[in-house]
């Protein structure tokens, strides 16, 4: 299977509802796990084996959910929710993903203590939500919120799925990150983000005014880091070609292990680790 970058913008038929019988479809974090490690990813997606998450994750998890509620309800309101309201939602989200599914904790988090860990995250939550709704969220009048679309490219095996944050109405995609602190280098590569500058481009026939990266960062002082970037043809050709190449895996069944010494392919970052075969055991 394989497409070339100009036909796929041109030729693509996007669905924004989910259809039964379609296609399997292959997103940017499914191919970013397959990547990195092919055993992870069948497990994951294949086998259907979903792990708890690990904190920070959990935190992203609930600065999202505040930003989508606040950013769905503005498209017709045109008004940011109050500073508290998006906080205590925030925290509330972080609360029902903790009673949902619960969490995996590092090594080094398990000698601090679930509960300490747990709090600290809660308070490191309200500090990302005050920077979300101080700093970032003023600038934006939404258009479309966490939209999710299907990119139906002929003659391919799966379908594409992209889901973007949020685009504003001068057609600028924002996408929102917390954790680590992203640097130009990656927002410049990044997978997740090309996917959406090539769903914009096939669903508007143009490319998008602008993609901003809204990373917070808290180390007991939340910080805003936005970064701006830019893709262009070069881009989607690269990552047609990644997606062929994962696909065609995908479909012989090649689920390549992580490298022996990956930094990802330890128990505090993996929830498949502990019972991976391709781990040595002492």
């Known amino acids: 299977m394989s497409w070339e970058v100009e036909d796929s913008l041109s030729e693509t038929k996007e669905s924004k509802i989910p259809i039964h019988g379609a296609k399997p479809h292959i997103s940017p974090s499914a191919i970013n796990l397959y990547t990195k490690c092919g055993e992870a990813y069948r497990r994951r997606y294949i ?14 998890t609930s600065i999202h959910r505040g930003a989508e509620h606040n950013f769905k309800q503005k498209i017709k309101t045109r008004e940011d929710l109050k500073k508290s309201d998006i906080i205590d939602f925030s925290i509330a989200t972080f609360d029902e993903e903790m009673e949902r599914g619960g969490i995996i904790l590092s090594p080094e988090e398990e000698s601090i203590g679930k509960d300490k860990v747990v709090g600290e995250a809660k308070d490191s939550t309200a500090r990302l939500a005050t920077v979300l709704a101080d ?8 258009a479309s919120v966490e939209e999710k679309v299907r990119i139906d490219i002929p003659n391919a095996t799966h379908d ?4 973007a944050d949020m685009v504003d109405e001068k057609d600028n995609i924002v996408e929102l990150k ?9 927002a410049d590569v990044n997978t997740q983000i090309t996917f959406q500058a090539a769903t914009f481009k096939a669903l508007h026939k143009k490319d998008p005014a602008g993609i901003v990266v809204e990373n917070i960062v808290d180390n007991k002082t939340a910080l805003r880091n936005p970064v701006v970037t830019q893709r262009g043809v070069d881009d989607f050709s690269a990552m047609i070609n990644r997606i062929n190449a994962v696909l065609d895996g995908i479909n012989k069944g090649v689920f390549t292990p992580a490298n022996d010494g990956a930094w990802w392919c330890h128990r505090s970052w993996c929830g498949y680790h502990s019972s991976c075969p391709f781990v040595r055991r002492k």
Do not use: C, D, F
Request: proline share 11%; hydrophobic share 35%; charged share 15%.
């Open 135 to 142: 700093e970032v969220m003023p600038n934006y009048q939404p």
């Open 47 to 60: 086998n259907r084996e979903v792990i708890p998450p690990g904190i920070s994750l959990l935190k992203g």
């Open 178 to 186: 917390t954790g680590k602190r992203w640097t130009q280098s990656m």
């Open 160 to 163: 594409l799925l992209s889901i």
